[in-house]
């Protein structure tokens, strides 16, 4: 909204506005930290004081015993381990089957296609947690319960509508005029897939590779439903130390820490993308 | 340009396809199957015809967590990216001008990184760590916060108010990620036609209104079908967070608790299935109506 | 951590109560490992001995005996610095193989259908098999002859009779015993002995003078008695039960376990929850409804509530917030009325933490003699100093100093005498009628003290849970 050189505009000119949206500014993100800096203060106290009646909000003795404890648990190393393995193999195999699948839909029109599209649409609806009975069964007939294997394809299906959906609208913006130009020039229908369409799709691959890995890395419900205590990843290890072990409160907070780098590394790394790979997707989707 | 075009069909869709054919569609044929059954989980599946079905009419715990979902799925949604609107706007021509630029508030860039935070926490932290922030006496930091002299608020020892918790931790956790969505929707909305409106004599209100708002709608829409997801699950909040999990007195028992429970601790998968029938034509029910509004969206 | 773990492992051998009676509703991973093979065909070559008085169960001296033991909150210390040292000393000849493991299933399960078995397992923990369905495969070797014979070190009684009342019952499947189940809990109201010396307060005997005590302790600035809503509501469901109990004798909880029509309107019952509703309504906070049990206990460590319902795992949970000179101490619930069938000492306590020998091992007389020597006095000693677990041998840490609660614990079980009663079992039964009596016991204890509506609200979740078919019933007698 320009100021323009006649004054005519006024948005966000008046002082007390500015004042007043700058403080909302402040609250806002105050609340929206707090969890995280909630996290950071119980970590390094030392455990009595994590476990005094009163809240601090400071530790009063700074201390790296929560962290030494975390990772001296015997299945956090492996639980991580585990974790990582999983969604890397969800988030790659989502990219490369969901990358294909837009293309299908965004540059063919075919019998099904509408069909296809509504199933995508309402897949993502589901609240998996109804198909935990079936697809336990299923995994179990095929020998992938307790496998990081079985785990990763579940998550795979639950990644793909998102990716799909996201990747279809980024590849429904490149012009098809670009892919005929580039088929007069000689170039085949699939060099034109590779050289042409998925360059130009790459914030869309960053932006769901984002979204996947959250999703992947955060989940716990399934895993925890397949898999035995050896083969869970660190939230379900975490989650079976929030409510086994109340108490344990700052170890647990140091987990939570470590946990959440891969995600924030990963988040760091592509935050300038991440907002035009959203939007890009939405608006067009 | 048709040429060719069904190997490439093929062979693109093959895997998906196959994907959702074995872990959706057979899946929930197998839950129907299962909803007509009295299993436990174990043993042999023995039919009882609609049994399941009219045992959770007659289920009050049932019609109540219905009721907190269709809660869930009203509220979320606009609390959420109404807050999220407001915050993206201030965002984004909160701070006034500068050279004829319109900027966000002081440190918009940073807000944008802090506001995907809870984004990147685990649930399963977020519950625990709000599960502090509500706690039912002193030691929790809201009543901390109070004044001495008043008695602790029950939070989510309430049952007039534990789900009203919940709900407030579900906005908290979606609410940056929507500002960040918005923001980039508006700055991709040409500056151009802010200054032709606002050449017309348009107010802030208006402007709000008249142009944001329309051009967004699409991103509004994913929105509000992402948090349509979220309501309808809650699970893992309720699950941590709530007395006696989806207490106090089942004031915030939600489908996907019952779901949970009856098929991992009270054994009954049959019963459990047909909760899961019941979910699977809600959510489609609200897929449909979802996509009957976004219908303009060339599908 | 760990610490924590032993503790939590401890608390929920509550809930291991559900495979002693051999009727775990075993989840998720359960579904994994739910058959157990084969049972008929004999083992060949089992190992036999001469009976003789120094021999009562006729091992065979010279053969090996293989023994599995849990590797989790308690521990593996007992089995390989006291049970098996003692065991050597006995049969120097007779080797004896160890295991120790976190995943009995996982371990023992394919050896047990394989029909290659170790002789004596301790079956615990998450991954722990479902007992019953061993038992009823014919893997369980019957006991009788282990309990019938003389006691290791107590000259002149049988193992049976060296047993705290109920412990072989505990582990009989259709009146034949299977299963040892070892480790004992006691429950009651703990309290801080110190705190109450103090100030004078005595343990009330009667309801009365539970009230009025109650109203000094509020006075004194102490909330009275205190649990929490949150997470731990079932014990509170287990005072109220057990004061049920006492006031009709266990029959009470008998017919609740066994779905009897009437068994929650029972007078007994309702009496029960006017006299513990009066509790709640007058001596709680409101704001426990949200607490975590953790959170209630550290407060009672503070000396900020006096009386708290627990099992004897209590005092080792809290050991790290216990202050110094915080002594725990248990009392039993009560009397509620002059009337009460069970004297005001009757207390409830429970076995736990399953040992079997195996019927198709190539040794099951040596996994016997071993369970011999476990069930012996000095070895429960050991075992109780070990793991600060009480064991079903009676008076075993009689007269020894080995902690405040735990000797407490063991005071209270020796002047109940006979009147030490197990309990019900409808929790681990019904999960779902479990859950259901949390909230209504919440709704009673926080909520005004309605004993009409808490009965009739558990009488409907009863008798539904009765008439619905798609549920497995069981029935104790």
């Given at each position: 909204m320009?100021r323009?050189?006649e004054g005519?505009?006024?948005v966000?000119?008046?002082r007390?506005?500015t004042?007043?949206a700058?403080?909302?500014?402040?609250?806002?993100?105050l609340?929206?930290?707090f969890p995280?800096?909630w996290?950071?203060?119980?970590?390094f106290?030392p455990?009595?004081?994590?476990?005094?009646?009163?809240?601090?909000f400071w530790?009063?003795?700074?201390?790296?015993?929560?962290?030494?404890?975390a990772l001296?648990?015997e299945?956090?190393?492996?639980s991580?381990i585990?974790?990582?393995?999983?969604?890397a193999?969800?988030?790659?195999?989502a990219?490369?089957?969901g990358?294909?699948?837009a293309?299908?839909?965004?540059?063919?029109?075919?019998?099904?296609r509408?069909?296809?599209?509504?199933?995508?649409?309402?897949?993502?609806l589901?609240?998996?947690l109804?198909l935990?009975?079936?697809l336990?069964?299923?995994?179990?007939g095929a020998g992938?319960?307790?496998?990081?294997?079985g785990?990763?394809?579940?998550?795979?299906?639950?990644l793909?509508?998102?990716?799909?959906?996201?990747l279809?609208?980024?590849?429904?913006?490149i012009?098809?005029?670009?892919?005929e130009?580039?088929m007069?020039?000689?170039?085949?229908r699939?060099?034109v897939?590779?050289?042409?369409?998925?360059p130009?799709?790459?914030?869309?691959?960053?932006?769901?590779?984002?979204y996947?890995?959250?999703?992947?890395w955060?989940e716990?419900?399934?895993?925890?439903?397949l898999?035995?205590?050896?083969?869970q990843?660190?939230?379900?290890w975490?989650?079976?130390n929030?409510t086994?072990r109340?108490t344990?409160?700052?170890?647990?907070?140091?987990?939570a820490?470590?946990?959440?780098?891969?995600v924030?590394?990963?988040?760091?790394?592509?935050?300038r993308n991440i907002?035009?790979?959203?939007?890009?997707?939405?608006?067009?989707? | 340009?048709?040429?060719?075009?069904y190997?490439?069909?093929?062979?693109?869709?093959a895997v998906?396809?196959?994907l959702?054919?074995?872990?959706?569609?057979?899946?929930?044929?197998?839950?129907f199957q299962?909803?007509?059954?009295?299993?436990?989980?174990?043993g042999v599946?023995?039919?009882?015809g609609f049994?399941?079905?009219?045992?959770?009419?007659e289920?009050?715990?049932?019609?109540?967590?219905?009721r907190h979902n269709?809660y869930?799925?009203?509220?979320?949604?606009?609390?959420t990216?109404?807050?999220a609107?407001v915050?993206?706007?201030l965002l984004?021509?909160?701070?006034g001008?500068?050279?004829g630029v319109?900027?966000?508030v002081?440190?918009?860039k940073?807000?944008?990184?802090?506001?995907f935070f809870?984004?990147?926490?685990?649930?399963?932290?977020?519950?625990?760590?709000?599960?502090?922030?509500?706690s039912?006496?002193?030691s929790?930091?809201?009543?901390g916060?109070?004044?001495?002299?008043?008695?602790?608020?029950?939070?989510?020892?309430?049952?007039?108010?534990?789900?009203?918790?919940?709900?407030a931790v579900?906005?908290?956790q979606a609410?940056?990620?929507?500002?960040?969505?918005?923001?980039?929707?508006?700055?991709s909305i040409?500056e151009?036609?802010?200054?032709a409106?606002?050449?017309?004599?348009a107010?802030?209100v208006?402007?709000?209104?008249?142009?944001?708002l329309?051009?967004?709608?699409?991103?509004i829409?994913?929105?509000?079908?992402?948090?349509g997801?979220?309501?309808?699950?809650?699970?893992a909040?309720?699950?941590?967070?709530t007395?006696d999990?989806?207490?106090?007195?089942?004031?915030t028992?939600?489908?996907?608790?019952?779901?949970?429970r009856n098929?991992?601790e009270?054994?009954?998968v049959?019963?459990?299935?047909a909760l899961?029938?019941?979910?699977?034509?809600?959510?489609?029910?609200?897929?449909?109506?979802?996509?009957r509004?976004?219908?303009?969206?060339?599908? | 951590m760990?610490?924590?773990?032993?503790?939590e492992?401890?608390?929920?051998?509550?809930?291991r109560?559900?495979?002693?009676?051999?009727?775990?509703?075993t989840?998720?991973?359960?579904m994994l490992?739910a058959?157990?093979?084969?049972g008929?065909?004999?083992?060949?070559?089992?190992?036999?001995?001469?009976k003789?008085?120094?021999n009562p169960?006729?091992?065979?001296?010279?053969?090996?005996?293989?023994?599995?033991?849990f590797?989790?909150?308690?521990g593996?210390?007992?089995a390989t610095?006291?049970?098996?040292?003692?065991?050597?000393?006995?049969?120097?000849e007779?080797?004896?193989?160890?295991t120790?493991?976190?995943?009995?299933?996982?371990?023992?399960?394919?050896r047990l259908?394989?029909?290659d078995?170790?002789?004596?397992?301790n079956?615990s923990?998450a991954?722990?098999m479902?007992f019953?369905?061993?038992?009823?495969?014919?893997?369980?070797?019957?006991l009788?002859?282990?309990f019938?014979?003389?006691?290791f070190?107590?000259?002149?009684?049988?193992?049976?009779?060296?047993?705290?009342?109920?412990a072989v019952?505990q582990g009989?499947?259709?009146g034949?015993p299977?299963?040892v189940?070892?480790?004992y809990?006691?429950?009651?109201?703990?309290?801080n002995?110190?705190?109450?010396e103090?100030?004078?307060?005595t343990?009330p005997?009667t309801?009365a003078?539970?009230?009025?005590?109650?109203d000094?302790?509020?006075?004194?600035?102490?909330v009275p008695?205190?649990?929490?809503?949150s997470?731990?509501?079932?014990?509170?469901?287990?005072?109220?039960?057990?004061s049920?109990?006492k006031?009709g004798?266990?029959?009470?909880?008998?017919d609740?376990?066994?779905?009897k029509?009437?068994?929650?309107?029972?007078p007994?019952v309702?009496?029960?929850?006017?006299?513990w509703g009066?509790?709640g309504?007058?001596?709680?906070?409101?704001?426990?409804?949200?607490?975590?049990h953790?959170?209630?206990?550290?407060r009672?460590?503070?000396?900020?509530?006096?009386?708290y319902?627990?099992g004897?795992?209590?005092?080792n949970?809290?050991?790290?917030?216990?202050?110094?000179g915080?002594?725990y101490?248990?009392?039993p619930?009560?009397?509620?009325?002059?009337?009460?069938?069970l004297?005001?000492?009757?207390?409830?306590?429970?076995?736990?933490e399953?040992?079997?020998?195996?019927s198709?091992?190539?040794?099951?007389?040596g996994?016997?003699?071993?369970?011999?020597?476990?069930?012996?006095k000095?070895?429960a000693?050991e075992?109780?100093k070990?793991?600060?677990?009480?064991t079903?041998?009676?008076g075993?840490?009689?007269?020894?100093?080995?902690?405040?609660g735990?000797?407490?614990?063991?005071d209270?079980?020796?002047k109940?005498?006979?009147?030490?009663?197990?309990g019900?079992?409808?929790?681990t039964?019904?999960?779902?009628l479990?859950?259901?009596?949390?909230?209504?016991?919440?709704d009673l204890m926080?909520n005004?003290?309605?004993?009409q509506?808490f009965?009739?609200?558990m009488e409907t979740?009863?008798?539904a849970?009765?008439?619905?078919?798609?549920?497995?019933?069981?029935?104790?007698?």
């Amino acid at each position: 909204m320009a100021r323009h050189d006649e004054g005519v505009v006024t948005v966000g000119r008046s002082r007390v506005g500015t004042f007043f949206a700058n403080s909302t500014g402040i609250v806002f993100g105050l609340v929206m930290l707090f969890p995280v800096y909630w996290v950071l203060n119980t970590a390094f106290k030392p455990d009595k004081e994590v476990r005094s009646f009163t809240p601090t909000f400071w530790p009063h003795e700074f201390t790296l015993d929560n962290f030494r404890s975390a990772l001296g648990e015997e299945l956090f190393i492996p639980s991580m381990i585990n974790g990582l393995i999983i969604t890397a193999l969800a988030v790659a195999a989502a990219l490369v089957v969901g990358f294909l699948a837009a293309l299908a839909i965004a540059r063919f029109s075919f019998y099904g296609r509408r069909a296809i599209i509504l199933v995508v649409l309402a897949v993502q609806l589901v609240p998996f947690l109804a198909l935990l009975i079936p697809l336990f069964l299923m995994l179990q007939g095929a020998g992938l319960t307790n496998t990081l294997v079985g785990v990763a394809l579940v998550y795979l299906v639950l990644l793909l509508p998102y990716t799909v959906w996201t990747l279809r609208g980024f590849i429904s913006g490149i012009p098809r005029e670009l892919d005929e130009a580039a088929m007069i020039d000689g170039c085949t229908r699939a060099q034109v897939f590779w050289r042409i369409i998925l360059p130009l799709t790459g914030p869309g691959l960053v932006a769901t590779s984002v979204y996947g890995f959250i999703q992947a890395w955060n989940e716990f419900i399934i895993i925890n439903t397949l898999n035995d205590p050896k083969n869970q990843n660190l939230m379900a290890w975490l989650l079976y130390n929030q409510t086994e072990r109340g108490t344990a409160w700052g170890p647990l907070m140091a987990g939570a820490i470590i946990t959440s780098i891969p995600v924030v590394i990963f988040f760091l790394i592509i935050q300038r993308n991440i907002a035009t790979g959203l939007t890009a997707g939405a608006v067009k989707g | 340009m048709r040429h060719g075009k069904y190997p490439f069909i093929i062979g693109f869709l093959a895997v998906p396809v196959a994907l959702y054919a074995t872990f959706v569609v057979a899946a929930y044929v197998q839950t129907f199957q299962l909803s007509l059954t009295s299993w436990s989980g174990f043993g042999v599946i023995k039919y009882v015809g609609f049994d399941n079905f009219v045992k959770l009419w007659e289920d009050e715990l049932f019609w109540k967590s219905l009721r907190h979902n269709a809660y869930l799925l009203f509220l979320l949604p606009i609390l959420t990216i109404a807050l999220a609107l407001v915050f993206a706007f201030l965002l984004n021509v909160g701070g006034g001008t500068k050279g004829g630029v319109t900027r966000g508030v002081w440190g918009s860039k940073f807000y944008r990184v802090i506001f995907f935070f809870p984004q990147l926490m685990a649930l399963a932290i977020v519950a625990v760590i709000f599960g502090r922030v509500f706690s039912s006496d002193k030691s929790g930091m809201l009543n901390g916060l109070f004044p001495d002299s008043w008695s602790p608020w029950l939070f989510l020892a309430d049952e007039r108010w534990a789900l009203t918790c919940i709900l407030a931790v579900l906005v908290w956790q979606a609410v940056g990620f929507y500002v960040v969505l918005f923001s980039a929707g508006m700055g991709s909305i040409g500056e151009e036609i802010y200054e032709a409106a606002a050449l017309d004599g348009a107010t802030r209100v208006t402007l709000f209104f008249r142009i944001t708002l329309p051009l967004l709608w699409n991103t509004i829409q994913t929105g509000w079908v992402y948090l349509g997801i979220a309501a309808f699950d809650a699970f893992a909040l309720v699950n941590i967070m709530t007395v006696d999990r989806g207490g106090p007195d089942g004031a915030t028992s939600v489908l996907a608790m019952m779901i949970y429970r009856n098929t991992f601790e009270y054994s009954q998968v049959g019963y459990a299935s047909a909760l899961g029938v019941v979910l699977f034509f809600l959510t489609l029910t609200f897929a449909a109506l979802t996509l009957r509004v976004t219908r303009r969206d060339a599908v | 951590m760990s610490e924590i773990t032993k503790s939590e492992l401890d608390r929920r051998s509550l809930l291991r109560r559900a495979a002693a009676v051999g009727l775990a509703a075993t989840p998720a991973v359960g579904m994994l490992s739910a058959c157990v093979g084969g049972g008929a065909e004999e083992t060949a070559n089992q190992a036999t001995g001469t009976k003789s008085a120094d021999n009562p169960l006729g091992i065979d001296p010279k053969k090996p005996v293989e023994i599995v033991i849990f590797d989790g909150g308690l521990g593996t210390k007992y089995a390989t610095d006291v049970d098996t040292p003692m065991y050597k000393k006995k049969w120097p000849e007779s080797e004896v193989k160890f295991t120790a493991t976190q995943e009995v299933s996982t371990i023992v399960q394919p050896r047990l259908n394989a029909g290659d078995a170790p002789d004596m397992i301790n079956n615990s923990g998450a991954k722990m098999m479902d007992f019953g369905a061993i038992v009823a495969a014919g893997q369980a070797q019957d006991l009788s002859e282990l309990f019938a014979a003389p006691s290791f070190d107590i000259p002149g009684k049988t193992v049976a009779q060296t047993l705290v009342p109920g412990a072989v019952e505990q582990g009989s499947y259709d009146g034949k015993p299977f299963a040892v189940n070892y480790s004992y809990t006691v429950f009651g109201l703990w309290y801080n002995a110190t705190l109450f010396e103090k100030n004078g307060w005595t343990v009330p005997a009667t309801w009365a003078d539970f009230t009025a005590l109650c109203d000094k302790i509020k006075a004194a600035g102490v909330v009275p008695f205190g649990y929490a809503g949150s997470n731990a509501a079932y014990y509170m469901v287990r005072a109220l039960l057990t004061s049920a109990g006492k006031i009709g004798t266990e029959q009470v909880l008998k017919d609740i376990d066994n779905l009897k029509p009437g068994a929650w309107t029972a007078p007994a019952v309702l009496e029960a929850a006017k006299a513990w509703g009066e509790i709640g309504t007058k001596y709680l906070e409101k704001s426990f409804l949200g607490l975590k049990h953790t959170e209630v206990q550290l407060r009672q460590n503070q000396d900020k509530i006096a009386f708290y319902p627990c099992g004897s795992w209590l005092e080792n949970e809290q050991a790290k917030d216990t202050p110094p000179g915080f002594k725990y101490a248990v009392a039993p619930y009560p009397s509620v009325t002059a009337s009460d069938k069970l004297p005001a000492t009757a207390i409830n306590a429970a076995a736990g933490e399953i040992y079997f020998a195996s019927s198709k091992g190539k040794n099951p007389r040596g996994g016997m003699e071993y369970l011999r020597v476990m069930l012996s006095k000095q070895a429960a000693l050991e075992f109780t100093k070990l793991t600060k677990s009480l064991t079903v041998v009676a008076g075993a840490s009689d007269g020894i100093e080995i902690s405040p609660g735990l000797n407490s614990a063991n005071d209270a079980i020796t002047k109940a005498g006979k009147d030490v009663f197990m309990g019900y079992l409808f929790d681990t039964w019904y999960k779902k009628l479990h859950d259901e009596s949390l909230s209504a016991v919440n709704d009673l204890m926080f909520n005004g003290g309605d004993a009409q509506k808490f009965c009739d609200r558990m009488e409907t979740a009863a008798q539904a849970l009765a008439k619905d078919s798609s549920v497995k019933k069981q029935t104790r007698s």
